[in-house]
């Protein structure tokens, strides 16, 4: 489990896998090496003295930091379904999470390891990522590049200023070179080129891929597009697990990220947006059923819920998704919270929208490359008259 499961007073358990990922304490918590606690490492628990308290000034062991401000975390189900013996694996699948984590440590591993092979493509992704992240500077460093970045737009405002000033849906156009389901979809790729057209025709933010193995993308493409003098906020997609990723994503100038609930538990989303307030960040959380929907509902500070029509296990697309999540009660508390739905995938042509055009989805789309020419030529603004346009 990313973060740190904090357990009752005063022990605290904390991953492996992230331990140097975690947030700069400032002044709220620090640990203590005089009580025995637990580091998880590949579902496994092994002894190690830690605890966890209130501290008196700011601390910075770049392996053993943190910041919690209240019990939630502490208190939470994840923590006491850890104490009763659970691996890290069975506590995600009481959640409806179908990924699991490998825990590998480095590429030489089997991938056909404890757990057997990865059952899809999107497990695949994320057990390469856990390897990849150990080659990611560390924390202390990566403090340091987010001072000297350059500072955070307001992603959400952007897109309520962008339907306020035109009418028309507010865009989050996305910079994809290729994906595992379509393969390379522009060979001629230029980022910050295609970042320029999708802010010249109408885009009101941009997705920005730095997956490096599966969609050809990279964080120097983010840091490139920010650097270029692009106004519209950038959103960093990549499939994170780690806290430390979203530091990283800071550092090279991102203004939101990406958390998704089916490879997340309940306890890192939390943590990860508490993570992500303290940047200055938003976090659009993705969600593709009804049991990640309700999850995601049950969380405080939610602000961005992005619907995917796609299936992130078999790539299949269903439009009918967005639709069924947000029918009934659902709909009614994202209302009443003034929580912004981002529909994902799926809608190629007029026809295919209005299937199931709602008022949740009136302003605000993400969109792939599938139609890029729309934008990129310039007919942003009469194609969105009529649909909403996926770049």
């Known amino acids: 489990m990313e973060g740190a499961l904090v357990g009752s007073s005063p022990r605290v358990w904390v991953s492996t896998l992230s331990a140097s990922s975690f947030a700069d304490c400032k002044g709220n918590l620090r640990f203590s090496r005089d009580r025995a606690g637990f580091v998880v490492g590949g579902g496994s628990r092994r002894s190690t003295p830690l605890r966890c308290e209130r501290a008196e000034k700011d601390c910075s ?24 013996g659970k691996s890290l694996n069975e506590i995600a699948a009481n959640q409806g999470i179908r990924i699991r984590r490998s825990y590998r440590t480095n590429n030489s591993e089997s991938l056909e390891g404890e757990h057997g092979s990865p059952r899809n493509i999107l497990e695949k992704i994320i057990w390469d990522k856990e390897v990849e992240l150990k080659e990611r500077k560390p924390l202390t460093v990566l403090n ?9 737009r307001d992603f959400v405002g952007a897109l309520k200023a962008s339907y306020e000033r035109t009418g028309l849906p507010a865009l989050i156009a996305e910079v994809k070179k290729a994906s595992p389901s379509k393969g390379v979809l522009r060979e001629n790729f230029d980022p910050v080129q295609i970042a320029q057209a999708y802010e010249k025709y109408g885009a009101a933010c ?32 990549e499939f994170i697990i780690d806290s430390l990723q979203i530091y990283y994503a800071r550092s090279k100038g991102a203004d939101a990220i990406l958390l998704i609930a089916g490879v997340l538990p309940d306890i890192d989303i939390k943590y990860m947006t508490m993570i992500c307030r303290e940047l200055g960040l938003v976090a659009l ?5 009804e049991r990640e929907m309700d999850r995601v509902l049950g969380i405080d500070g939610i602000q961005l819920i992005g619907i995917n029509n796609r299936d992130l296990e078999t790539f299949e ?28 995938s799926g809608l190629f042509t007029p026809k295919t929208f209005h299937m199931y055009k709602m008022p949740e989805l009136e302003r605000f789309w993400l969109g792939s490359p599938s139609s890029s020419s729309a934008i990129l030529g310039g007919r942003y603004q009469d194609f969105s008259v009529k649909t909403y346009p996926n770049l």
């Not at 340091?144 to 955070?152: C, Y």
């Not at 891929?209 to 106004?231: M, P």
């Not at 959380?285 to 059923?289: A, D, I, S, Y």
């Open 61 to 84: 062991n770049e392996r053993i930091v943190l910041s919690y401000k209240n019990d939630d975390i502490a208190n939470s189900v994840e923590v006491k379904q850890w104490e009763s």
């Open 144 to 152: 340091q590049l987010i001072k000297e970045a350059p500072p955070v």
């Open 206 to 237: 941009l997705s920005i891929l730095t997956d490096e193995k599966y969609f050809q993308g990279s964080f120097e493409n983010l840091e490139a597009v920010r650097k270029a003098g692009i106004k519209c906020p950038l959103l960093c997609k």
């Open 285 to 289: 959380v993705e969600v593709h059923n």
């Open 317 to 344: 697309v269903d439009i009918s998704n967005t639709r069924k999540l947000l029918e009934g009660e659902r709909g009614e508390i994202i209302r009443q919270r003034d929580i912004i739905v981002v529909g994902e």
